[in-house]
């Protein structure tokens, strides 16, 4: 399941960096404070989410700069004009001074395919580096050099976040007893860094068609119980549960379905990270401003550095009541669902 993986950050580095580079063509294109068609300015556009989670850190790192002559939309297109040839990055951890020189590698190779746009799809050019080498600690903070030669270029902070630890349910419970009005607790411990959770349950069940029959087939749901909370401690209705697989899963008098198990995922975003999320969402809506806002933490360009984490505590079952109600209750009982 890549969800779980390095595909989630490589996923989260295809939708937060687009904006950046788009949004630097088109301010710098608006913004009085630059003098328009300097001999082609270059601007480092930098996004990247340290995890300790993963087993690769990547960090994109691009550039963006005017043409007198052409389209910014088609020299995005440009391979050679979107990607550095030259550069050295280097994280850095400030309580050792240790240097960990970073690898380009083309995506594109590892099967991990950019999104069709504007952008070259290959190469698909990142910054990597094996967690093992860097063996990234939860609390400190690190530091992102870029150097071309011997000029720094950009450069940028993050805290790392910790390991994040489930309290409630326990490491003991195997069963979750998601049936009726009473709310159950899911707790876990505030992790230094982060600014705001996500918590979702990634619910598996079988189905088989008794009209054609064959065998029992596995299918998978996501439920986004909680987003962007600041919360460490969600609290969840059974109603609630067997309410969204009611919305979820469509009705069919010939499919036969079978429950199987819940992994509940817990993910934490660092600061950087939630200010850029509220900047964007600062400027959505009818109130919104004609000039674009654009958050930056990187020093000499543009772009996000921050940290991520993630927890997936996995193969809850439910409870025997909740089986009950997931096949006799008011949400579910349409839905075929046998012991």
């Known amino acids: 399941m890549p969800l779980f993986e390095n595909g989630y950050q490589y996923t989260m580095l295809k939708k937060v960096l687009l904006p950046f580079i788009l949004l630097s063509f088109v301010l710098i294109?608006?913004?009085?404070d630059f003098e328009l068609f300097t001999e082609r300015e270059v601007i480092p556009v930098v996004y990247g989410l340290l995890s300790k989670a993963d087993t690769t850190?990547?960090?994109?790192?691009?550039?963006?700069?005017?043409?007198?002559?052409?389209?910014?939309?088609?020299?995005?297109?440009?391979?050679?004009?979107?990607?550095?040839?030259?550069?050295?990055?280097?994280?850095?951890?400030?309580?050792?001074?240790?240097?960990?020189?970073?690898e380009r590698v083309n995506l594109t190779e590892k099967g991990l395919?950019?999104?069709?746009?504007?952008?070259?799809?290959?190469?698909?050019?990142?910054?990597?580096i094996d967690s093992e080498a860097i063996n990234l600690k939860g609390g400190e903070v690190y530091v992102l050099e870029v150097f071309q030669g011997d000029e720094?270029?950009?450069?940028?902070?993050?805290?790392?976040?910790?390991?994040?630890?489930?309290?409630?349910?326990?490491?003991?419970?195997?069963?979750?007893?998601?049936?009726?009005?009473?709310?159950?607790t899911f707790r876990w411990d505030q992790a230094t860094g982060a600014e705001f959770y996500n918590l979702r349950f990634f619910i598996t069940y079988d189905e088989r068609d008794a009209e054609n029959g064959g065998d029992f087939e596995p299918q998978m749901l996501v439920w986004n119980v909680a987003s962007r909370t600041e919360n460490n401690i969600v609290r969840v209705?059974?109603?609630?549960?067997?309410?969204f697989l009611g919305n979820a899963?469509?009705?069919?008098?010939?499919?036969?379905?079978?429950?199987?198990?819940?992994?509940?995922?817990?993910?934490a975003g660092g600061e950087e990270l939630a200010n850029y999320v509220n900047v964007a969402l600062a400027n959505t809506g009818i109130t919104a401003?004609?000039?674009?806002?654009?958050?930056?933490?990187?020093?000499?360009?543009?772009?996000?550095?921050?940290?991520?984490?993630?927890?997936?505590?996995?193969?809850?079952?439910?409870?025997?009541?909740?089986?009950?109600?997931?096949?006799?209750?008011?949400?579910?009982?349409?839905?075929?669902?046998v012991r």
């Open 289 to 337: 401003a004609q000039e674009i806002p654009v958050y930056t933490n990187v020093e000499g360009g543009l772009g996000l550095f921050s940290s991520v984490n993630h927890l997936v505590s996995p193969d809850y079952i439910l409870s025997s009541q909740a089986i009950d109600s997931l096949i006799n209750g008011r949400f579910t009982a349409n839905l075929n669902f």
């Open 152 to 184: 720094l270029l950009a450069r940028s902070d993050a805290r790392v976040i910790p390991d994040l630890i489930l309290r409630t349910p326990t490491s003991l419970q195997t069963s979750l007893n998601l049936q009726g009005p009473a709310r159950r």
């Open 237 to 243: 209705s059974g109603d609630e549960f067997l309410e």
């Open 113 to 128: 395919i950019r999104d069709e746009g504007f952008f070259p799809a290959d190469p698909n050019y990142v910054y990597s």
């Open 29 to 32: 294109s608006c913004s009085n």
């Open 249 to 267: 899963i469509e009705e069919n008098p010939s499919v036969l379905r079978r429950f199987r198990t819940i992994n509940i995922r817990i993910d």
């Open 57 to 102: 850190q990547y960090i994109r790192i691009e550039r963006a700069f005017l043409d007198e002559n052409r389209s910014a939309f088609l020299v995005a297109g440009e391979p050679n004009s979107v990607y550095f040839a030259d550069i050295r990055p280097v994280l850095i951890d400030p309580q050792t001074n240790e240097e960990f020189e970073l």
